[in-house]
């Protein structure tokens, strides 16, 4: 049973930071694209960063480019999220997600649909 467990969310104030970390069970880690989501209340949830196998590729949505760092500990099946300089407007829920295998197409690295596995979430909101 693959499992994915988002940690590391809570409420700060705008502009600073937080380190979200997502620990993956069931599934062969090292050779599964890792991605980030997020979705706010009442909006749809977006495409915030994505890591390949090895973290030797990245992939942000322009919104967090230079703020948001994803990297990955394939010794310790583990994703993280970097998140600096938080905005109020990104308060949201943060999901982690997993696609085993590769990714075709890079440009479908953005879409949820891609992913085949989804951790609950963990909220991360931010005051101003």
């Known amino acids: 049973q693959v499992q994915l467990v988002e940690s590391g969310g809570g409420l700060v104030q705008a502009g600073d930071s937080l380190r979200l970390s997502c620990a993956a069970s069931?599934?062969?880690?090292?050779?599964?694209?890792m991605g980030w989501f997020r979705q706010a209340p009442g909006k749809e949830r977006e495409f915030v960063a994505a890591?390949?196998?090895?973290?030797?590729?990245?992939n942000y949505a322009d919104s967090v480019k230079d703020r948001f760092t994803i990297s990955r500990d394939n010794a310790r099946n583990t994703v993280y999220l970097q998140m600096n300089s938080l905005n109020p407007e990104e308060t949201a829920i943060y999901y982690c997600?997993?696609?085993?295998?590769?990714?075709?197409?890079?440009?479908?690295?953005?879409?949820?649909?891609?992913?085949?596995?989804w951790g609950q979430g963990t909220q991360v909101t931010v005051s101003s």
């Open positions: 890591i390949s196998w090895s973290g030797g590729i990245t």
């Open positions: 997600a997993a696609k085993p295998g590769l990714i075709s197409n890079p440009a479908a690295i953005r879409r949820g649909s891609v992913y085949t596995y």
């Open positions: 069931g599934l062969t880690f090292s050779t599964s694209v």
